[in-house]
């Protein structure tokens, strides 16, 4: 391609946009910002999107085959998974009483396909002999988030890969999965990511005890942090961490009277520990949740969150939701005053270990605008026989099994795998039947790859100051060639002939052949795009009948001979 | 790939779907019905669309560059260019209350992306040296259909592969224009479909002497009728045909006394005719418009409609649109029962040819219930000095060229291409600097090819009673391998080394490598499926030390020697 000719070349302007990758995609013109959340592909950036996708087809085709669902679903399939209340569902309809009369219907825009492909499957299977299956497609998604703001790392419409797999048992699914995690890692490793890239436990939902994994990528853009446990080599994500909050120091030890303060429409922990004048640590959240009917009060020291997935598991229940403003009342507190102490008898008490060993502490006083200050274990409060696990880790906290604290990473999650069991089968009613003739249960997991992510995601890890770096496997062209020429001289037609020849062996080249601008221009414009090889012809490096050559990803550059540059370039890339 | 293996198998299911195509598709195992005018594309299926769009890629990286537009559009852009009320227009929105509240905003669902294209390269593009540009995709489209009936012909969901030009002027478009004919050409000879393809001219729009192209694959399930110039060669959609009604013939030529008879409630004209037991060839559809805010009677003969496009050349007005109910009653008529006879004045009256050369025709009486009978031209209405041609053609109609009744195809559309001129960029302001500095406006033109509804055409025109036939190029696998075996015999070994032979040349096989059916079945299914090249291995075949080949497309077998297989395969691939 002659750079003269590419629609969307670099842009001078200096428009920042909501991220890193956003902003340096958009000024190399890879990327178009349609609105928020909603991206364009320009030739540049489309080339990078189909080396993507294709190296993640090559892998998904050795272990399932490829087919395209639809955007569209009726409403249907996700009422009977109980999931048309998803916060991210979004859905279509005529746009004006012209369209709405021709038909009055509204569809889901499906922002993932679990609930599309297991009625798909079912039609098609109904005998062991059939079994396992596994299915993928690459295909845009839709989800209605609230405020899009990483680039490409997370859009109201995007391109995933995912594939589904439906397995006779609970051990073909797991070794299946195996099968496919390490189809992953190589996934990745071909990406030109693999050393930065890793793979974190994450939840595997309510009733299993098994983990979901997530393939996370390194990058200070991403919306997650990893704790990684030095002892297992492990890396967790948050809402799984092990973590134990670390101590709180006293310089006296001496407890002090417990008293009621009033503090008029105090609720928030910062809020409060600078009104009482404590540290945060002194303060205690506690919130009143209603797990299978029953309340039960949740406290966390002041500084962390509630982890629901934790609580779940700890409280073995098959549902859980936060109590409404009269449950609250019900148990004789006041929503945003709840505390641990004189709670009823019925009330169950889970207390995270953060809030042992303190002195002093603050709770909610259980009465509207106060607040109990000076609470101790023992004297005010029965100290429980049991501290749990409960709360989201977060940066600084202990590992339980080194007693050290955490290294944190943040990351961006490129990939996940989740044994989702019987979950979306049992919705339908799928079921196969066996050697026996017996009617049994199909296991199924889903395996995502986000691949308009990926390339948000490389270009946050990829880049220097003078903009991207690509992996070769991804990078738009193999080979940036610039001509330093202000019109047909010889090094344009030594160019043109160096761009005939290796374009004719299949080596994909971005000439940039502009005789009108600066050579510093274009130096910095094969920077910003950061193809993998550049090559300079220019008067003065004919006449040593010689191009220099230079990686994007080194400084040194050299000179190699015209009749040794095909071979050298092949060794390259 | 073995068949055995295969997602989505053929069905012994004898369901019909609303069209042969989907029908044929479905029971063959490419397709599946997700509801009305929404498929998706099982694994047989997207190595078909795969191929094609490959092949529409190709020819397409001729003529412009490729990129990745999104589906989602804001509500502004169809704004500006006056389309939000576009009659298929759909837009998304928050599928609950916890979506809406997190954002509330509606977006359009792109069904074209003229509105979406034209900001984008006005963005890039200010100067003269910038221009032409030329840009495609291939991405899904949404259309909200009334009730889509024709399998992959017309969805609400679909796949297209739209191109866009932008030109310093028309004379450039025109030129550009001719080039993108051609390459439509090659396409449809590439696709295998160039021998049932033809390219047929259509209205251009309102404002343009120009004509649009569309390319037409003739087909009985074709939603379109073509008109045939035997002189000009040249085929006319039915819209801009120049026809001529053919005569009405007449036992006698004697006046009959003009009457008004009561028909209470008798609008159409074929209840009309029955009512009055006459030919529906006398009676009159007259029907009131406003063109440029001035009322215009417009009247073809019982049987005809009136072609909006023709009409709006024979006014030259800008707008034109029926009248409302007070608008017929202010012209002292009665919707219904509009006629020629003794209108105002001021009523512009245009009178299609085929009202010419009759006798004591009916028409309507201005007067609710009543109809006018035995009207005659000159004693009852004076004759219009001049006749139009203001109808849609139908078959019978004669060619006025060669004064006999065109030769009429069914076709289905596969691609159109059309002249826009400035309709979008004058819409979006988008202009360009030319050398001497003046802004000028920027000539335009699309270019569409439907990838999936080529799937559904091709599958309507290549088959026979036994199922698909599909032209090699596109066909899911090239060789269809057949094994007819009970078990690890013999034949079955010699087929899998064929399958891996076959393979690691690059040929695509499907093995039918099924133990448990019989042989009957297998060519039933090989039958059905459609691959160009049919191979047998059987006892029976190596007895001869051979094997059995058939092409799809033909009847004869032949035995051939298993070494000579791999060279045979490949001169018929």
């Known amino acids: 391609m002659r750079y003269s000719q590419l629609f969307g070349r670099t842009s001078k302007e200096s428009k920042q946009y909501d991220s890193k990758n956003a902003t340096l995609l958009t000024k190399a013109g890879f990327i178009d910002q349609t609105m928020a959340g909603v991206y364009k592909y320009l030739p540049l950036g489309l080339r990078v999107l189909t080396k993507i996708e ?97 680039g490409l790392l997370r859009g109201r419409e995007f391109r995933m890969k995912d594939l589904y797999s439906f397995h006779v048992s609970k051990d073909d699914l797991m070794s299946y999965y195996e099968v496919a995690k390490q189809a992953y890692v190589r996934t990745f490793e071909a990406l030109g990511i693999g050393d930065k890239t890793v793979i974190a436990l994450a939840s595997g939902g309510d009733f299993t005890e098994n983990f979901s994994h997530e393939f996370q990528t390194f990058c200070e853009a991403g919306e997650d942090l990893l704790f990684y446990d030095e002892k297992t080599e492990v890396y967790y994500n948050r809402e799984v961490t ?41 303060t205690t959240k506690t919130m009143l949740f209603v797990a299978d009917e029953q309340p039960v009060a949740v406290a966390v020291r002041g500084g962390y969150e509630v982890d629901e997935g934790k609580l779940k598991k700890v409280l073995g229940t098959r549902t859980l939701r936060m109590a409404t403003d009269a449950e609250v009342e019900a148990i004789g507190s006041k929503v945003g005053y709840v505390g641990i102490l004189d709670l009823p008898e019925h009330v169950r008490v889970i207390i995270d270990e953060s809030c042992d060993n303190r002195l002093n502490f603050e709770c909610g006083a259980n009465r509207e605008n106060y607040h109990t200050v000076n609470v101790n274990w023992g004297r005010d409060i029965q100290k429980p026989e049991q501290f749990y696990d409960i709360k989201v880790a977060q940066e600084g906290d202990i590992n339980p099994a ?172």
């Not at 670390?246 to 409060?272: C, F, T």
């Open 242 to 282: 092990p973590s134990q909050a670390p101590a709180v120091s006293y310089p006296d030890n001496e407890m002090k009277e417990r008293a009621e303060v009033l503090g008029e429409g105090i609720i928030g922990v910062l809020e409060l520990a600078e009104f009482l004048q404590i540290p945060v640590e002194q």
């Open 54 to 150: 294709n190296i993640v087809r090559t892998h998904m085709d050795e272990i399932g085959q490829e087919l395209l669902m639809t955007a569209l679903a009726p409403k249907e399939l996700w009422e009977k998974t109980g999931r048309l209340g998803i916060d991210v569902l979004m859905e279509t309809r005529g746009a004006n009483d012209a369209s709405r009369k021709q038909n009055d219907a509204s569809y889901i825009l499906n922002p993932t396909h679990e609930d599309n492909i297991t009625p798909l499957v079912a039609q098609f299977v109904q005998s062991y002999r059939e079994l396992p299956v596994a299915l993928y497609q690459i295909q845009n998604k839709f989800r209605n988030e609230a405020r899009p703001k990483s």
């Open 402 to 573: 080194t007693k050290k604290p955490y290294p944190v990473h943040k990351a961006a999650e490129v990939g996940n795998i989740f044994p989702l069991e019987t979950k979306f089968s049992d919705a339908f009613g799928f079921t196969y039947t066996d050697e026996s003739g017996a009617s049994q249960k199909v296991y199924m997991g889903s395996y995502g790859i986000g691949t308009t992510r990926l390339v948000g995601v490389i270009a946050e890890v990829c880049n220097d100051e003078r903009g991207l770096v690509w992996p070769k496997q991804i990078a738009p062209f193999q080979v940036h060639l610039v001509t330093i020429s202000k019109g047909e001289d010889e090094a344009y037609k030594v160019s043109e002939n160096i761009y005939g020849e290796l374009s004719e062996q299949g080596i994909e080249v971005l000439w940039d052949d502009r005789i009108d601008v600066r050579a510093g221009e274009q130096f910095a414009d094969a920077d910003l795009i950061g193809n993998p090889v550049r090559i300079v012809v220019s008067q003065k490096t004919l006449e040593q009948k010689s191009v220099e050559l230079k990686l994007r990803s080194s400084e040194d550059t050299e000179m190699v001979a015209l009749e040794d540059l095909v071979d050298q370039i092949k060794t390259l890339i």
